[in-house]
């Protein structure tokens, strides 16, 4: 058994990412500033994207975004259950509803056509999920979209550095980056909306800060101009300089963070071949680089011979963490008494959630570190096995 714990993810921060923070604490200025303007036109230049916003997190932009385009009482949103529930919540808090759709199950993609049967003239804007840093089939998505008139917004929250048919995500569509501390870069708490559309990204920034004319920065004065105006009611949601900073030295080494995931993600898939009934998500047919910011595994009970919750408790025991992303929006309790979603309607969605679980995939692992999860399933299973053939269960 390992000596120490491995959790599933810790993000990499260096001496030199502590001590730019520290500079920015030294600087007089550490709420939003010039390092939020620098991380933003960082990520504009790598998506190629005209206009790119940060903020508080992932959750602001997608209730910033969604404000700015228009959601409210009677629209619907277009999208698969299997995300995390910031998204729909804030369908539901706009006053909007929730229309989720089913997902391939060994990609945990959804496809244009579970899309194009879902949208009706009630449907305002798609959001598709580039789940665990695989990117959707955006050219059939998009096609969609623009046959049926509806606009299309990209949850990325997994993919910044993930391409689609040789593009970077984030470059065409408006899209949001999470920026949390187990994304495959971080700001401690952060996101990133990239668009082509000045006017959304105009509106967002100022909603994103009380909706003045102007930011909490106004670099000519180093401070906030007192003559800004409200233009409409806003929010307090814009990302501090001590925070952006960090994602500002991150951004740089992401490639190299992403070339080390995929290979632990390559020995993962190897090694798993040979261990029934832990099975990796396929990867989806399209050309596409994938940003392995999870690596999910399927516990299949019928196979292995133990329920996803005993397999955790193993792996646990011999100081592996794990997780679960995620477990279906439309199964939360909420969303079944109080917008009454029928279980049975998204097998896909639902035989995924049941079983799903992510195991340690992150870049300051190390080979051993990688080979301890595996032997550390391997026991588990012979455990469970052992139990079994005894008589015990």
């Given at each position: 058994?390992?000596p120490?714990?491995?959790p599933?993810c810790?993000p990499?921060?260096?001496e030199?990412?502590?001590?730019?923070?520290?500079?920015?604490l030294?600087?007089?200025w550490?709420t939003t500033g010039?390092k939020v303007?620098?991380?933003?036109?960082m990520?504009?230049?790598?998506t190629?994207a005209r206009?790119?916003?940060?903020a508080?997190s992932g959750?602001?932009?997608?209730?910033?975004?969604?404000?700015a385009?228009?959601?409210?009482?009677?629209?619907?949103?277009?999208?698969p259950?299997?995300t995390w529930?910031?998204?729909?919540?804030?369908?539901?808090?706009?006053?909007?509803?929730?229309?989720f759709?089913d997902?391939?199950?060994e990609t945990?993609?959804v496809?244009a056509?579970?899309?194009?049967?879902?949208?009706?003239?009630r449907?305002?804007?798609?959001i598709?999920?580039?789940?665990?840093g695989a990117?959707?089939d955006?050219d059939?998505?998009r096609?969609?979209c623009?046959?049926?008139?509806?606009?299309?917004?990209e949850?990325?929250a997994?993919?910044i550095?993930?391409?689609?048919k040789?593009c970077?995500v984030g470059g065409?569509d408006?899209?949001?980056?999470s920026?949390?501390?187990i994304?495959n870069?971080t700001s401690?708490e952060g996101?990133?909306?990239?668009t082509?559309?000045?006017?959304?990204a105009?509106?967002v920034?100022?909603?994103r800060?009380?909706g003045?004319a102007v930011?909490a920065h106004?670099?000519?004065q180093q401070?906030?101009?007192?003559?800004?105006?409200v233009?409409e009611?806003g929010?307090k949601q814009?990302m501090p300089?001590?925070n952006?900073v960090l994602?500002?030295?991150?951004?740089p080494?992401?490639?190299?963070?992403?070339a080390?995931?995929?290979?632990?993600?390559?020995?993962?898939?190897?090694e798993?071949a040979?261990?029934d009934g832990i099975?990796?998500?396929a990867d989806?047919q399209?050309?596409h680089?994938?940003?392995?910011?999870l690596?999910?595994?399927r516990?299949?009970e019928r196979?292995?011979?133990?329920d996803?919750?005993t397999?955790?408790?193993g792996?646990?025991?011999?100081n592996?963490g794990?997780g679960?992303?995620?477990?279906a929006?439309?199964?939360q309790?909420w969303?079944?008494?109080?917008?009454?979603e029928?279980?049975?309607?998204l097998p896909n969605t639902?035989?995924?959630s049941?079983?799903?679980?992510?195991i340690?995939?992150?870049?300051d692992?190390?080979?051993a570190d990688?080979s301890?999860?595996?032997?550390a399933?391997?026991?588990?299973?012979?455990v469970?096995r052992?139990?079994?053939?005894g008589?015990?269960?």
């Amino acid at each position: 058994m390992r000596p120490s714990f491995l959790p599933f993810c810790r993000p990499s921060i260096t001496e030199e990412d502590i001590a730019s923070v520290a500079e920015v604490l030294r600087s007089g200025w550490i709420t939003t500033g010039p390092k939020v303007t620098e991380l933003e036109q960082m990520i504009a230049t790598r998506t190629g994207a005209r206009e790119a916003v940060a903020a508080s997190s992932g959750t602001a932009l997608m209730h910033l975004t969604l404000l700015a385009m228009g959601v409210g009482a009677g629209d619907e949103v277009v999208g698969p259950s299997m995300t995390w529930v910031s998204t729909p919540n804030v369908v539901e808090l706009l006053g909007a509803r929730n229309v989720f759709v089913d997902v391939d199950r060994e990609t945990l993609l959804v496809s244009a056509a579970a899309i194009d049967a879902a949208i009706t003239p009630r449907t305002k804007v798609v959001i598709p999920v580039h789940y665990a840093g695989a990117p959707v089939d955006l050219d059939a998505i998009r096609a969609v979209c623009r046959a049926r008139g509806v606009a299309l917004l990209e949850d990325a929250a997994h993919a910044i550095g993930t391409k689609y048919k040789g593009c970077e995500v984030g470059g065409d569509d408006p899209a949001i980056f999470s920026l949390h501390p187990i994304k495959n870069i971080t700001s401690g708490e952060g996101g990133v909306l990239t668009t082509n559309d000045s006017d959304l990204a105009n509106r967002v920034r100022r909603l994103r800060f009380h909706g003045l004319a102007v930011d909490a920065h106004d670099r000519t004065q180093q401070g906030r101009s007192p003559q800004a105006q409200v233009q409409e009611p806003g929010f307090k949601q814009n990302m501090p300089d001590m925070n952006a900073v960090l994602a500002v030295r991150q951004l740089p080494r992401l490639d190299a963070f992403i070339a080390r995931r995929d290979a632990l993600a390559q020995y993962y898939k190897a090694e798993l071949a040979s261990i029934d009934g832990i099975v990796p998500l396929a990867d989806p047919q399209w050309s596409h680089r994938h940003a392995r910011h999870l690596f999910v595994v399927r516990v299949d009970e019928r196979v292995c011979g133990l329920d996803r919750a005993t397999f955790m408790d193993g792996l646990k025991k011999r100081n592996v963490g794990t997780g679960i992303h995620f477990l279906a929006a439309h199964t939360q309790r909420w969303y079944r008494e109080n917008r009454g979603e029928s279980i049975g309607q998204l097998p896909n969605t639902e035989w995924n959630s049941a079983r799903i679980c992510t195991i340690p995939c992150f870049p300051d692992m190390s080979d051993a570190d990688a080979s301890s999860v595996i032997d550390a399933i391997k026991e588990t299973l012979a455990v469970s096995r052992a139990t079994v053939s005894g008589g015990v269960r």
